[in-house]
């Protein structure tokens, strides 16, 4: 019964859960994502990146050359965890050249699949991997 005007401790805990419980399912279906996969806002069609980077997108899949041979196609970590979690050397990195930078720049277009130049997937940083945006075609 109740003590007070308080409910049982038992009542209490199941709504409690279900509150929980509810709030939970409301959020998955309203979409919401884990910070491990880029959100749909997040993509950008190749069309509204930069010249270069369209340049190097096609350069990787044609399989090259690329500007920096020795860093270009090399495995990308994910360090981060920015992309979505896949095992170590799904991910390949490729320079973006930039205009009047010195040295390779802070821009790269990451790709994940199998084969490199028919890639599952490709991501573009402008800001040396702070963030990524799904290229969409």
């Known amino acids: 019964m109740f003590l007070s005007g308080r409910l049982p401790r038992q009542h209490v805990s199941r709504k409690l859960g279900l509150a929980i419980?509810?709030?939970?399912a409301a959020l998955l279906s309203a979409g919401v994502q884990a910070k491990e996969s880029p959100l749909p806002s997040d993509a950008v069609s190749l069309a509204q990146?930069?010249?270069?980077?369209?340049?190097?997108?096609?350069?990787i899949r044609s399989g090259g050359p690329f500007p920096y041979p020795r860093k270009d196609g090399s495995v990308f970590g994910n360090r981060e965890r920015l992309l979505p979690l896949k095992p170590r050397?799904?991910?390949?990195?490729?320079?973006?050249?930039?205009?009047k930078s010195r040295d390779r720049g802070a821009r790269r277009i990451v790709c994940g699949g199998r084969e490199p130049t028919q890639p599952e997937a490709c991501f573009y940083t402008d800001d040396h991997y702070a963030s990524f945006r799904r290229i969409v075609q």
């Open 49 to 59: 990146l930069p010249p270069e980077a369209q340049a190097t997108e096609r350069l």
């Open 21 to 24: 419980t509810l709030t939970l």
């Open 89 to 99: 050397g799904h991910y390949r990195e490729y320079t973006v050249r930039t205009p």
